[in-house]
């Protein structure tokens, strides 16, 4: 489970009325924008759980989702003009709360994003409070995924002997690994592995990875 510490509720750096859900919902929409590689998005699905999903007009987070997505970050002052933003940018987007699903974070939203060449990808992130946000789900897979370190997310398929060479090219573009993850859907689905670093990352780094030809994906968070 995450810490918090009090300083962290009561001082996150944002613009909006709530830690929870102005600048935690505009955190994981950033997160989730990063994940998605390549060109533009034309369409984002927002589902809204629990408290967002009663208050996420009043609260601001209709206005942090669209400005995460938009590449906004918590103190951005553009947050509250992202609708404009959005249109003028050609985004759609659509807000749809789902208060029939109680085993869940009570701050918990779904992001749909479509790309303009029509690729998909779902993201499901908490917001934890003072702004602390982890990511849960990609693509259906239960992950575990703070962004509080830049990362690699690797998409594999799940078999023996995938891992070290994915070290073996990090290692050798000099990325110093500080927690290492894998996840997976089932035995011999797809896995994914999440390298968080303390530095930058190289931004072909990705690109390498790519070669291993059990590798269907991998995108660089930078943060």
Do not use: C
């Not at 810490?3 to 929870?20: A, E, K, R």
């Not at 000099?174 to 997976?184: D, P």
């Amino acid at each position: 489970m995450a810490f918090i510490s009090v300083f962290d509720v009561l001082w996150p750096n944002m613009i909006g009325p709530s830690s929870s859900h102005t600048a935690g919902a505009a955190s994981i929409a950033l997160l989730a924008r990063k994940m998605m590689p390549g060109g533009s998005l034309k369409q984002v699905d927002f589902t809204l759980y629990g408290s967002f999903a009663k208050t996420y007009r009043g609260h601001g987070t209709d206005r942090a989702l669209p400005g995460g997505i938009l590449g906004f970050h918590t103190d951005d002052k553009r947050i509250p003009d992202s609708f404009s933003i959005a249109a003028d940018r050609g985004l759609l987007y659509t807000f749809t709360p789902d208060e029939t699903e109680t085993e869940i974070h009570p701050n918990t939203v779904d992001i749909r994003m479509t790309s303009d060449s029509g690729r998909v990808m779902t993201v499901r992130g908490e917001s934890l409070g003072g702004g602390k946000v982890r990511i849960v789900r990609i693509n259906g897979v239960k992950v575990d995924f703070t962004g509080e370190y830049s990362a690699v997310i690797v998409v594999q398929q799940d078999q023996p002997g995938v891992v070290a060479p994915l070290t073996k090219v990090l290692r050798d573009r000099g990325v110093n690994i500080a927690f290492m993850r894998l996840f997976r859907e089932a035995k011999g689905h797809t896995a994914y592995t999440i390298v968080e670093s303390d530095g930058k990352l190289p931004e072909d780094v990705a690109e390498n990875l790519k070669d291993n030809v059990n590798v269907r994906d991998a995108m660089v968070v930078q943060i």
